[in-house]
C-alpha cells in the first residue's frame, strides 16, 4: 500500500484532522484532503463519508482512508454502506491493532469528542503500521466479504 491516505471530516473534527493531517505528514504521508475545512462548513458527515468513500471505490481501494466527526460512529456507519469499506471506530490502540489484523480494516474512524489529540496520534500510528496477513482471521474476513456481495447487489 502507498505511503497516501485519504483523510475527512465533518465541522465537529476539523481541530482532529488537523491533528492526524499533521501527524501522517511527519511520517512521510502523502494527505488527500476531503471534507470540512472549518466549522462553519456545514456539510453533513455522511456527504464527507459518501465522498471519500467513492474515492477509494474508484482507486480500487489503493488507500487507506480516515473519517472523522464528533465520535466516530456517524461517520463509520456512513462509510460501511458502501461496497469494499470496512470501516471501524477506534479509540485505544488494541482496538486499531485488531481492526487490521483481524478485520483487515480499510477505513479507521474517530470522534474529536471522543479522543485527544496524542491518543489520536497514537492510535492513527498503530493503525497505519500494520498490514492484514493470511493466517487465521483470513476465513473470517472472507466471510465478511461474502455477506457482502451477497447483500450489497
Known amino acids: 500500500m502507498q505511503k497516501s491516505i485519504l483523510i475527512g471530516c465533518d465541522n465537529a473534527a476539523t481541530n482532529l484532522k488537523k491533528t492526524v493531517s499533521d501527524f501522517l505528514a511527519a511520517q512521510g504521508y502523502e494527505i488527500e ?73 480499510n477505513l479507521l474512524c474517530m470522534g474529536e469528542r471522543v479522543v485527544g489529540p496524542e491518543l489520536a496520534k497514537k492510535v492513527v500510528g498503530e493503525w497505519i503500521s500494520l498490514s492484514f496477513k493470511d493466517g487465521s482471521s483470513t476465513e473470517k474476513v472472507e466471510a465478511i466479504k461474502a455477506i457482502e456481495g451477497e447483500m450489497m447487489r
Open 33 to 105: 484532503d476531503i471534507g470540512c475545512d472549518g466549522p462553519g462548513d456545514l456539510t453533513v458527515y455522511p456527504e464527507i463519508a459518501r465522498r471519500l468513500c467513492g474515492k477509494m471505490q474508484a482507486e480500487g481501494f489503493s488507500r487507506r482512508g480516515i473519517l472523522l466527526c464528533g465520535t466516530g460512529l456517524g461517520m463509520c456507519i456512513s462509510a460501511n454502506k458502501f461496497k469494499g469499506v470496512r470501516a471501524t471506530v477506534c479509540h485505544d490502540a488494541y482496538s486499531a491493532e485488531r481492526s487490521i489484523l483481524s478485520n483487515d480494516a
